[in-house]
């Protein structure tokens, strides 16, 4: 887990906001869900995976009994949940941005905690609407200037093409099993599907020969199928279709896709992902719901802009720093009248000389330096320097951040 500290964390806040503006054009909106659930919660919707079953953080909270909690691994569980409590009505389309949790192998990329964006939506089954959510991540990544994204695209089929072909699976894997990687055997036992997500090399011929879900297709599931590519492609958004992307929770049924980042490396290079998944909320105790829905991981994407010289941090400069030769009261009340007007104004403290007042002003990146000496305090002027070429001129203090923004502007 880090710390983040500015200009990353102004970065993050920039991120998010992008993020939200995109969601909200399209009448999304927020919602915040806590930090942790009941344990079964998020087990509902899991059993077989590593996030649900090894990463999680959970613990026994205080009540009496006491209940066996979990900070979130995701959020669509939690969205899931809260929909069956409060029931708003459909379809309901809502965005989140915010941390996760999953005890994994922090690396670069991957860290215990973390940071999402999502949308989802309850209560709509059109094909088109799964073309509308994967345009809003497209959207989202375009406002950020990244331009090497990919989209893969797959369907998992009805639940019962789900089955027939996760049978099939067993089959051809279980007659492979020797060719497959420990940790693929061990995975094979608990979700076939999932040994098709294995990166490792030991596995990807016998990957790469097994059988392919398309084949499983009921005629309604390769209707919306065909439906979602014709919305993707009426709105010009490439995608690649990979028979093989399962993503990792095991809710998903029909539709699902990933975002890719064409500068990272293969084994990072999932900005995020999502799907349909209908059943998840009558999975948690709610009348039967569609959903479809993704999350993006801030980490790969902000990696993916760096790579790509991309929404760079902010710049974090001031616009005017006061320097008082006074003692300093001055200075508080003038950066207090700026900042009330709209500049970001800092100053200097402990009433150091105007030599290392000058030095602050040129370390803060401020375009302007205001002084206040003894002359200006008797005069009720400031003296304003522009520090680029140090020209100065005399204003009342009153007419102060008129000038400064003439200055700036
Ligand atoms: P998932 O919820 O596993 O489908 O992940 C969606 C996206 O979240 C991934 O593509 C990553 O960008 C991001 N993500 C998942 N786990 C982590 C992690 N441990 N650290 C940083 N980002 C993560």
Redesign the pocket.
Known sequence: MRDVLAPDSTRWRAFQAVFAQVAGAGGYGEIMVPLLEDLDVFKRVGEATD?VTKEMYDFYDKGDPPRHIALRP?QTASVCRAFVQNRPQTPWKTFYAGP?F?Y?RPQR????Q?D?VGIEVLGADDPYLDAEVIAIGWRFFEALGLRQVTLLLNSLGEPADRAAYVTALQTYFAANVDELSDESKLTLTKNPLRVLDSKRREDSAVVAGAPTIGDFYSADAAAHFTAVQEGLRALDIPFTLEPKLV???DYYRRTTF?YQGGTLNSAQN?????GRYDGLVEALGGPETAGVGF???????LLACDDEGVFDAPADAADVFVVDTTGGMQALIITQQLQREGLRAERAYENRSIKSQMKAADRSGAAIAVIIGSDELEAGTATCKVMADGTQSVVARDDLSAAIRKQLS
């Open positions: 996030v995701e996760n999953r994994e990329g991957r860290y215990r973390f999402q993503r990792g929770l990933e999932a900005l995020g992902g999502g999350a993006l991981g801030l980490d790969r994407t």
